[in-house]
């Protein structure tokens, strides 16, 4: 069985940081792209940021630009996303997911595994 397991989330001031994990099991996912999504109570799920199969390539909303790191381990099967500066408006709850192609994807419905989420809380 496929499992995305996200970990790392957790209430932190405005302009501290956080470190997010997603551990796969169940399958390699290190020729799949992967990346990191957020729904806040009342809005859609939203891209945050994205990678390549391999690493060598990554993609961010603009909103979290110069802030957010995502990064990834094939050899230990896990997913990162290292959070600076964090604000009021990235409290959400952070998913990771596995995409069916190598390449960065930045829609939804690019993904097909998706992790059951991890609440992130900035407070002012």
């Known amino acids: 069985q496929v499992q995305l397991v996200e970990s790392g989330g957790g209430l932190v001031q405005a302009g501290g940081s956080l470190r997010l994990s997603c551990a796969a099991s169940?399958?390699?996912?290190?020729?799949?792209?992967m990346g990191w999504f957020r729904q806040a109570p009342g809005k859609e799920r939203e891209f945050v940021a994205g990678i390549k199969s391999n690493g060598g390539s990554t993609s961010y909303a603009d909103s979290v630009k110069g802030r957010f790191t995502i990064s990834r381990d094939n050899a230990k099967n896990t997913m990162y996303l290292q959070m600076n500066s964090l604000k009021p408006e990235d409290t959400a709850v952070y998913y990771c997911?596995?995409?069916?192609?190598?390449?960065?994807?930045?829609?939804?419905?690019?993904?097909?595994?998706w992790g059951q989420g991890t609440q992130v809380t900035v407070s002012s």
């Open positions: 169940g399958r390699t996912f290190s020729t799949n792209a």
């Open positions: 997911a596995a995409a069916r192609f190598p390449g960065v994807q930045v829609m939804p419905r690019s993904y097909d595994y």
